[in-house]
């Protein structure tokens, strides 16, 4: 089955959840079928098994988001997750040369997704069980990419690994107490794990230069200012 068809499945069953306005219950049946029918023609299943829960579970949420109401802004959200969906599919179907590159991308927007599905909910009513999900993508998205990209290394390896996604959690935690608006604080967040996700591969590559720190570091403060500086800031 060509990754076109499995792109078309995805993108028809988010536009009928949204467009007949299905229950939360009627959604997740139309999600799972489409995910379970998806998943099983894959030719590579399990390298991408956590991008692709993380996925299909992010396109649940947003598709019952009560962000997602005009025409507008569904039609943006719907283009992007479709283009996520080739780069998904795509992967599992081997039909991408440079997969380091297409994998980077889909990584990012992973994590850009569910921070923010996490920043736009009531962090009022079960704050700790959104937090704990949010963690629990964090790290899942964190090993496989080292899986992906990286290899396999030596536990040294995945310590420091292990060491970035919790202080991935850490500036979750940080982030959801400044007066940001919830597109902002998911922005800054992605910056931070880029960035650290970035040095991780290059340290696992034996690239980590001095130069290379400083071009970095230099990026992260200009889209730190402007993150900041286009932000609204709220009490």
């Not at 730190?224 to 709220?234: A, C, H, K, N, P």
């Amino acid at each position: 089955m060509k990754s076109a068809s499995k792109v078309l499945i995805f993108a028809v069953s988010f536009w009928l959840v949204y467009f007949f306005s299905f229950s939360p219950l009627t959604a997740a049946v139309v999600f799972f079928a489409a995910f379970i029918f998806v998943y099983s023609r894959q030719p590579e299943k399990k390298l991408f098994l956590k991008s692709t829960i993380i996925f299909w579970l992010s396109s649940y949420l947003i598709s019952q988001s009560e962000y997602v109401l005009t025409p507008l802004v569904f039609g943006v959200v719907w283009l992007f997750l479709v283009v996520l969906a080739y780069w998904l599919f795509g992967l599992g179907d081997l039909i991408f040369q440079d997969r380091g590159r297409v994998y980077r991308n889909l990584n990012t927007a992973l994590f850009f997704i569910t921070a923010v599905l996490f920043f736009a909910s009531d962090k009022s009513a079960y704050f700790l069980m959104k937090y704990f999900l949010e963690s629990a993508a964090i790290f899942m998205l964190f090993s496989e990419a080292i899986t992906v990209l990286a290899g396999i290394f030596p536990k040294r390896e995945k310590t420091v690994a292990l060491v970035l996604g919790l202080a991935a959690v850490e500036f979750l935690w940080a982030i959801a107490l400044l007066p940001l608006s919830f597109f902002n604080s998911a922005a800054l967040l992605t910056l931070l794990v880029f960035l650290m996700r970035d040095f991780l591969d290059y340290y696992f590559q034996g690239k980590l230069t001095r130069t290379l720190f400083l071009s970095r570091g230099t990026v992260f403060i200009i889209l730190l200012v402007l993150i900041l500086g286009t932000s609204s800031w709220r009490i």
